[in-house]
Structures are given as C-alpha cells and as structure tokens.
C-alpha cells in the first residue's frame, strides 16, 4: 500500500494530510495563521508556518496510525501562492523527503483543490468553480489540462469578502462574517457589476461597497448587497463556462465553497443545465495537507517527482500550465 504524506502551506494555513492509494483520508490536521489586524502578512505567515511544522506534521502521524517508515512518498504544495509560505513549505517536504528516503512530488494547489472535490463527492468530469481568498477561477478538463473559462481580472472573491470585513471592523475571515449579516439584509443597495465575457473584476464592487459603509446605517443590507453582486457575477459567468463546456457536474471548491448562499444560487443554475452540483465537504474547502497527499499521489502513480534540486517554488505556478495525465483514464470511465 502507498502512503502519501502531503504538505500545504501556500498562504496562512500549514497543513499534513496523509492519504493511502485508495482514496482513504487518514489524517488531516493544521494549524491556521490569524492576524491579529490587517490582511495577511507573508513573512508573519512563513515564521507561523516554521514554529507549526514540526507539531503539524507528528499530529497528523499520530491520528494516521502509522509510523514514518509507512510513508511512500512526501508531497508539497509548489504553488501559487505567497513566496515566504511556500519556501518554508517546500524546506519541510525536503528535509522529510530525504529523511525518510522517498521521493519527493511537487503539487499545484489549484489542481489539488479540484481533485479532493473529485475524490471526496465521486465527481470525474466537472465544470469546477474554485473560489477562495487568492484564486477564483472556472475551470474544466479539456484534453490533458484544466483550461480556465473564467477567472477574476484583479482579485479573488475571497479576497473582497475579507477586505471588506476588515473595512466593516468585522475581522479575519470576513466570509463567513459577512454571511451571517447577509442572511438578515432586505434591502438592496447598487454596487458595480463588472462582468467581460466569462472574466470578472471585483476592485471596482470593493471600493464602492467600502465608500458606502459610513453612509449605509444598516450594515447587514450592504451585506446582502455585497453577496448578491459578487456572486450573481459569479454565477452568470460560470452558466456561461456551462452552456460552452457542456459538463454534467458542477464542483464548488475551495474557502468560499462554504457559503450556502453561493451554494444555492450554482446549484439553481446547475439544475437549469441538468447538471449535478456539489460541494467539497466543509473540511477540505480551505487550504489542507489532504489535497496536496491525494493529488501527489496521483501525480507519483503516473511517473511524476522531482529532485531536491528541481524543487524550487513557483508562486505564479498557473494550474492550466500542468499536464494532468490521470484524467484522460477518469474520462474513459465516465
């Protein structure tokens, strides 16, 4: 049996997971770095992710009940993400790699989100929505790739959601902050809508939504028109992925896939298309060792892993530049 022990440390959480090669999660555990004001610092995030690693990685051995001679392989989160996070990441996966004596696997983060919906719902082919404070991004399997039908111009959903909460005097994380005063908003307040062919912007929904909170008394009502907008952008561009790409799955992944209003309003378009429509299970929708064990697993089992020296970072690492060769068989299945 092969054991892949997974790193992930692309942003402020530090994550192990370890899976085994049939799909089974055997541990999951991290430690997620908070602010305490502002956004996210990546040198703060790197110096958390150092002190955490070395109780991260003996927590998620104890929950797996196996030992470090049971690990196969060490697999790590290469990119995107923030430079600082990623370095400490791929130090920790080295130095385990060469420890253990087992090769090494560079994951990509994105890819790693789409297959743990994969693997956790029973998905093989869909359209995946992946939203989450640094990506969000529409994406389907076209030949040997994941081909992006849609992605923000300027920041990420989760990033505006965020944002926005810290301007509010909210706190991090705003998401699930802004939901739950969304969920008691009436009135809808006119924010930007910026949508270009089946690309959107939220800097512009930020910065109007930002000047409005002196002026708005009721807070929740900017909530709910916050929500509404971004994912009514969300959503038009996404139908738009559908109608094209013809999928009969619709994926949502990734932080923001926890928020039930968004839930609502894809799965109501996925119904339209007759499409099924899920969702990664609440605790692989943030950033997790799970997905980055799983999809280097995957990766291991079709010849990929690298050196100690080929393992340099790649903050920018775009996830329709990797070849994915396991998902010409999972076609051939469906």
Not at 63 to 86: K, M, Q, T
Not at 287 to 310: P, S
């Amino acid at each position: 049996m092969l054991y892949s022990l997974g790193i992930e440390g692309t942003a402020h959480t530090f994550g192990v997971g370890i899976v085994d090669e049939k799909g089974n999660i055997l541990a999951n555990v991290k430690d997620t770095y908070i602010p305490a004001k502002g956004g996210i610092h990546p040198r703060e995030a790197a110096q958390h992710h150092a002190n955490v690693a070395n109780k991260v990685l003996s927590s998620a051995i104890s929950e797996s009940g196996l030992s470090w001679e049971d690990i196969s392989i060490v697999s790590f989160s290469r990119g995107p993400g923030l430079g600082p996070c990623l370095r400490v990441t791929a130090t920790a996966a080295r130095v385990l790699s060469l420890k253990l004596n087992v090769p090494l696997v560079d994951v990509n983060h994105a890819v790693a989100h789409i297959e743990i919906g994969k693997l956790t719902i029973g998905f093989k082919d869909p359209l995946t929505v992946y939203v989450s404070g640094g990506n969000t991004i529409i994406a389907a399997l076209t030949g040997d790739r994941y081909r992006v039908f849609g992605e923000t111009l300027d920041i990420p959903l989760g990033n505006l959601l965020d944002t926005f909460a810290r301007a509010a005097g909210l706190g991090h994380p705003g998401g699930p902050k802004i939901e739950k005063l969304a969920r008691q908003g009436k009135r809808y307040i006119h924010l930007p809508y910026t949508v270009k062919g089946t690309d959107l912007a939220f800097s512009g929904l930020l910065t109007a939504a930002v000047k409005k909170i002196k002026k708005i008394k009721n807070l929740e009502d900017l909530a709910f028109s916050l929500q509404e907008t971004a994912f009514s952008m969300l959503v038009e561009v996404t139908e738009r992925a559908l109608a094209h790409t013809e999928k009969h799955e619709v994926l949502l992944t990734g932080g923001v896939a926890a928020n039930k209003r968004l839930q609502e309003m894809l799965n109501d378009i996925a119904a339209e298309h007759d499409a099924k429509f899920g969702v990664v299970p609440l605790k692989y929708a943030g950033d997790n060792g799970a997905m980055i064990a799983w999809t280097g697993l995957l990766n291991y089992q079709y010849g990929r892993k690298i050196t100690i020296e080929e393992s340099n970072v790649i903050p920018k690492w775009r996830m329709d530049e990797v070849i994915i060769p396991w998902a010409r068989e999972q076609l051939v299945r469906v």
